[in-house]
């Protein structure tokens, strides 16, 4: 137990060391968004009856805060690690590999939460934001932080240089992201589109969270529980697995 | 008692390259041991094998009676590396590193052993200043102390004196050495050979990923070598008569002269007394581990040809 301890604490303080890019930095650019949005389209859009757009924008663009934090903070460990060499330390140390999988979800779900907190505070300042289920929506924030941490952990493991990393973030995680409905209802789209939406995973962590926040959503939030539950545990087998086969870490 | 390491016919390729092939090595409790050889030997891809880090194609290690893969847990517990890539962390300071590693070695409490490795590495006035500001010496030396840190049975260390200065050289072998009499099993590579020579018992020659020697070593040197000889410039430039059966060697206008023991030095200097001949230079040649490598590699050579 002390040794899946100390690489938790140590994966926290790496991001907290330089809480300025980790943190801060992310915090600014969610609010930027919701700030252009603000503006341009406030007046023309309504997604729920009576919810204003800006409301409507902000539980999914904290949501994205959360899992793009979560990813980026396990794959930039990891490939960080890789690139100088460092991570031989942990692959030298006892460390079981569940031990090791689950210190690297967990300091990828804390900030993740952290990054979507501090938006969300700063949001409520200015907006008048419902937040009827907290737990709920925090039970979100924690399950797709934790798929989006095990997926930045597969991601660095294979990447061999930061621009490959790139890529798997400009082509997989972004398009999902965007496409999952953070910046509008899947019910607004055409029926064709609203199928395709149901395939995306990342639909259900943000539609969740967000029934978390109005008590509305476009499916049942119970089911969007057990999808991502389910996902959870098939990507953390996967990664525990693809852990201790050694690839891209042990020749 | 299981040897604290048993190396049982590893093979190991990258690609067409044969790293090694059918490696069997066994290192007892409380050796120091040697692995030599040029660049490119296999030393490092052995002591990756046996720490984990890679995989062999075929053959299987034991850590002190620990499969490394089927037990990696009980065999990286009783183990120590030091790589030879200069690595490190740098988002932390000296002292939060080995706390860190001790942490996952399962030690929460391990301040007094670190404060032990930090004086005795000489890292005392860098404990606290971040791994980034640290010259390539020191942080070699931060690789020794990580290493440490569990105070595993079997240290194995990869090069740990490359860029290294003469005083902390003296400073660590006199550390390890220490540790090895305390009963830690000791391996280590080195391009120095005199370091091997004084520090080791026994050695092993790898040369393409393959064992070419493994022997104490005395016996190496011993068996290896020519012996004890003596090196000669002369006036007149003339070897008498009764000296020539020992010339082994004449190079530089040095004459070589084998001297199976140093009682034969006194009867060659009253030889050339009696002729009148001049000693204008002369060297006490003892054979040394250097003289083993090259005799090897020289063999090793005209064998694959
Ligand atoms: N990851 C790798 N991929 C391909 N070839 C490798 C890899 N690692 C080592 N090799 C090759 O395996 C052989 C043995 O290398 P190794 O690093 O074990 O040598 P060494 O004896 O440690 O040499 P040195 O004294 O230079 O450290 C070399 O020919 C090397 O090029
Ligand atoms: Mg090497």
């Known amino acids: 137990m002390t040794g899946f301890v100390t690489l938790l604490y140590k994966e926290l303080l790496r991001f907290w060391k330089v809480g300025f890019q980790t943190i801060l930095a992310p915090m600014i650019s969610t609010l930027l968004y919701l700030l252009i949005f603000f503006h341009v389209l406030e007046a023309h859009v309504e997604v729920y009856p009576d919810v204003a757009y800006t409301i409507f924008l902000i539980p999914g663009l904290v949501m994205m805060a959360v899992i793009q934090n979560a990813f980026a903070n396990s794959s930039s460990s990891i490939i960080q690690s890789k690139i100088s060499g460092n991570i031989v330390f942990i692959l030298l140390s006892p460390l079981s590999y569940r031990a090791i999988f689950f210190a690297y979800i967990l300091a ?54 930061f621009d490959q990393l790139a890529a798997f973030q400009n082509f997989i995680i972004l398009p999902l992201t965007f496409l999952s409905g953070v910046f509008y209802s899947v019910h607004s789209l055409p029926a064709g589109w609203q199928v395709i939406s149901h395939l995306n995973p990342f639909f259900y962590m943000i539609d969740g ?3 978390g ?7 049942s939030p119970y089911v969007s529980l057990g999808i991502m539950a389910i996902c959870l545990i098939v990507i953390s087998t996967f990664t525990i697995r693809l852990l201790r086969s050694g690839y891209k870490l042990r020749h | 008692m299981s040897p604290a390491i048993e190396v049982k016919q590893v093979c190991k390729r990258y690609g067409s390259l044969s790293a090694l092939t059918n490696i069997d090595l066994e290192i007892h409790s409380g050796e120091f041991f040697a692995l030599l050889g040029p660049n490119g030997a296999g030393k490092t891809t052995l002591i990756s094998i046996i720490a984990g880090l890679s995989f062999a194609n075929s053959g299987s290690v034991n850590v002190m009676g620990h499969n490394v893969i089927t037990h990696y847990q009980q065999a990286r517990l009783n183990l120590g590396i030091v790589p030879q890539e200069l690595v490190f962390d740098p988002f932390f ?15 929460k409490e391990n301040a007094r052993w670190i404060d032990e490795i930090i004086e005795r590495l000489d890292l005392t006035d860098k404990a606290d200043a971040n791994m980034r500001a640290l010259s390539g010496g020191m942080k070699r030396r931060v690789l020794v ?11 194995i260390l990869d090069e740990p004196t490359a860029g290294v200065d003469v005083e902390l050289r003296q400073t660590l072998w006199e550390f390890i050495q220490q540790l090895n009499r ?24 790898l040369k393409d990923g393959k064992i070419i020697a493994l022997d104490s070593t005395q016996n190496l040197i011993g068996k290896m070598t ?38 034969q030095v006194e009867f060659i200097l009253s030889t050339l007394r009696s002729g009148q001949t001049q000693i204008l230079e002369m060297h006490l040649q003892q054979p040394d581990l250097e003289d083993v490598f090259v005799n090897l590699m020289k063999n090793s050579r005209n064998k694959s040809k």
């Open chain 1, 108 to 161: 990828a779900i804390a900030r993740g939460l952290l990054v979507g907190l501090g938006v969300y505070l700063v949001t409520v300042i200015f907006f008048d934001v419902p937040l009827q289920l907290p737990l709920l929506a925090l039970l979100f924030g924690i399950l797709g932080s934790g798929i989006l941490g095990a997926m930045g952990l597969i991601a660095g493991i294979w990447a061999d240089k």
């Open chain 1, 209 to 211: 969270f967000r029934y």
């Open chain 1, 213 to 219: 926040f109005f008590g509305v959503s476009d499916i």
């Open chain 2, 93 to 107: 300071t000296v002292r939060e590193i080995l706390r860190i590693q001790s942490g996952y070695y399962g030690i």
């Open chain 2, 145 to 155: 102390a990580q290493a440490l840190v569990h105070k595993p049975p079997v240290i």
């Open chain 2, 182 to 205: 305390d009963g830690h099993t000791i391996v280590l590579t080195t391009h120095y050979l005199e370091e091997a020579e004084t520090l080791c018992n026994r050695v092993a020659m």
């Open chain 2, 226 to 263: 020519s012996g004890n000889s003596l090196r000669l410039r002369l006036l007149p430039d003339v070897l008498p008569l009764s000296l020539q059966v020992l010339q082994i060697n004449r190079s530089n206008g040095l004459y070589e002269l084998r001297i199976d023991d140093y009682a």
